[in-house]
């Protein structure tokens, strides 16, 4: 068994030395394969994540209040919302209060934060609706309240990321499945100039006994080397560019989305996974296609 499967390395290998300008080729297909999947991996990911955050917020409606509201008209906007039909609770927050929630969303970078010279964050009341879709009319009726300088909603932020999330999914599928198969076809036909260039010795192992199976490894081995091989590259290569990018602009992101990128160790170790498990069955479909008319299997 051992001497057996270290013949099918032996071969692959041999035959990988062999064709180098087509198993290059193949190397370079999947490769160029993985890389577009990885960003295009990254990307929906980190989408994702904010949509979720903002999804957090569907039953949310915030209330920013001018500074110069009184105190006296704040009670009786939170008497008048709280007895609506609607509302679960309301809630108000101070000054303090919205800049100690952001010092806790921006978690080990809120040193930023230390440098301002006031609080700029306004006052608010925060109510949480029964249901999502009871949210715009609580809205309608908070909009007649006076002494309000914005009110917060955010069901059509989410229903616009959702839509763009889906599209990114969507054209990311296609895109890949396309890559898929022309990655399969590339190494196909790698492998199947490899057993032309064999054929004469294919026959005479034929002739004396020798499985379909024992034939096939060699090939076989050889599609898998290649997909390995690309795959360690390309989540290389991605895993360094999302370090770059997370390094250089995770700040700026967190400042306008109120949340980070998803950590560089869990991306990595995902595409990693995701990159051999697609790598090596390219590889291996690649080579068991070219292998079908020749041995009739």
């Given at each position: 068994m051992m001497k057996s499967f270290l013949y099918t390395l032996k071969q692959a290998a041999t035959q990988v030395v062999r064709n180098k300008t087509m198993a290059l080729t193949s190397l370079f297909s999947i490769t160029?394969?993985?890389?577009?999947?990885?960003?295009?991996?990254i990307l929906a990911v980190n989408v994702n994540l904010m949509t979720e955050n903002t999804?957090?917020?569907?039953?949310?409606?915030?209330?920013?209040?001018?500074?110069?509201?009184?105190?006296?008209?704040i009670q009786s906007m939170m008497q008048s919302l709280s007895s609506l039909d609607t509302v679960d609770s309301v809630e108000f927050l101070s000054k303090d209060d919205a800049m100690a929630e952001m010092q806790d969303r921006w978690g080990e970078n809120a040193y930023l934060l230390d440098g301002l010279s006031e609080n700029p964050l306004p006052r608010s009341i925060r109510i949480t609706v029964h249901d999502v879709s009871d949210a715009e009319s609580v809205?309608?009726?908070?909009?007649?309240?006076?002494?309000?300088?914005?009110?917060k909603y955010s069901q059509s932020e989410v229903e616009k990321i959702v839509r763009i999330t889906n599209g990114i999914q969507i054209g990311a599928l296609i895109v890949i499945l396309f890559l898929i198969i022309v990655s399969v076809i590339v190494v196909s036909n790698t492998v199947k100039l490899t057993v032309l260039a064999r054929g004469r010795e294919?026959?005479?192992?034929?002739?004396?006994?020798a499985t379909n199976w024992f034939i096939r490894g060699p090939f076989l081995a050889e599609g898998i080397i290649i997909g390995?091989?690309?795959?360690?590259?390309?989540?290389?290569?991605?895993?360094?560019?999302?370090?770059w990018v997370a390094r250089s602009f995770s700040q700026?992101?967190?400042?306008?989305?109120?949340?980070?990128?998803?950590?560089?160790?869990?991306?990595?170790?995902?595409?990693?996974v995701i990159f051999m498990s697609l790598g090596i069955s390219i590889g291996a479909v690649g080579s068991i296609i070219s292998m079908r008319k020749f041995l009739d299997a």
């Open positions: 160029a394969m993985l890389l577009i999947l990885g960003m295009f991996f999804k957090q917020q569907f039953d949310l409606v915030e209330i920013y209040l001018l500074d110069e509201t009184p105190e006296s008209d809205v309608e009726y908070a909009e007649n309240f006076s002494g309000v300088e914005d009110i294919i026959s005479i192992m034929k002739y004396v006994g390995i091989i690309a795959a360690a590259v390309s989540s290389g290569l991605v895993s360094l560019l999302y370090y700026q992101i967190l400042v306008l989305f109120s949340t980070g990128l998803v950590p560089i160790d869990f991306m990595s170790g995902n595409l990693i």
